[in-house]
């Protein structure tokens, strides 16, 4: 483990040329707008039928793993942990595009030894809501974002300490994760000093169908916490 360094897990099924094009708009954000020796990042998917592409030759990706057969969001994000080297765990979904600043304001709650875990407010907010939350301190946005599933930042020892995801669910892995990292002990927190936007269900779902397949699935986990 690397102190300091943060692991970066960018979680992705492209079946789409929409859903690649926002892998990259996703992983270009992350470049565009972190210092690279903050990170390292870790691009998994499984089955893809596009190419994430890279024509500029700026994209930081430091370890691509992709899974020849469909391999759900949980056992992806699992594997990736295992192999990260960081300190800390910052699990973006591939329809979730953050913005400046985001990285040092996750890891300052964790620092501070304010939180285990930190959900970045991802929710549309009007113009009012942004200005007020620009003007808040650090401390004074804290427990005041909104908690959605696109993204997620942790210590890894606190996602090793939870299990890690379920591997059984297949469509409310990261909803199900935090009540595990609560019964572990480990204190979840919001903010809103760190904005990110998230294009829900754009990506893992790209039908209805396959959504509620996997939401039938999820009813059927015996060891479920949603």
């Not at 469909?70 to 990260?84: F, G, H, Q, W």
């Not at 501070?112 to 407010?121: E, F, L, N, Q, T």
């Not at 942004?130 to 004074?140: F, S």
């Amino acid at each position: 483990m690397i102190k300091g360094l943060t692991t970066v897990i960018v979680p992705a099924w492209n079946q789409t040329p929409v859903s690649t094009h926002l892998t990259m708009a996703c992983l270009a954000n992350i470049t565009k707008y972190t210092d690279p020796y903050d990170y390292e990042l870790i691009l998994t998917e499984d089955e893809p039928k596009h190419n994430v592409r890279d024509e500029y030759k700026v994209l930081k990706i430091d370890e691509h793993i992709t899974y020849n057969t469909y391999t759900p969001l949980s056992i992806k994000v699992n594997r990736a942990v295992e192999r990260a080297n960081g300190e800390f765990i910052a699990i973006i979904q591939n329809d979730c595009f953050v913005w400046e600043g985001w990285l040092p304001k996750c890891r300052y709650y964790l620092e501070k030894d304010m939180a285990d875990a930190i959900v970045p407010d991802q929710i549309p907010r009007d113009r009012q809501y942004i200005l007020d939350a620009n003007n808040n301190t650090m401390d004074e946005g804290f427990d005041n974002g909104y908690r959605d599933a696109c993204m997620m930042y942790l210590r890894k020892e606190s996602f090793e300490k939870a299990g890690g995801y379920n591997e059984k669910i297949l469509a409310v892995v990261e909803g199900d994760f935090y009540y595990r990292l609560m019964n572990a002990g480990q204190r979840l927190h919001t903010t809103n000093k760190v904005q990110v936007t998230h294009i829900t269900l754009a990506t893992h779902y790209q039908d209805m169908d396959e959504f509620e397949r996997k939401m039938n699935n999820d009813s059927k986990v015996e060891d479920r916490h949603i």
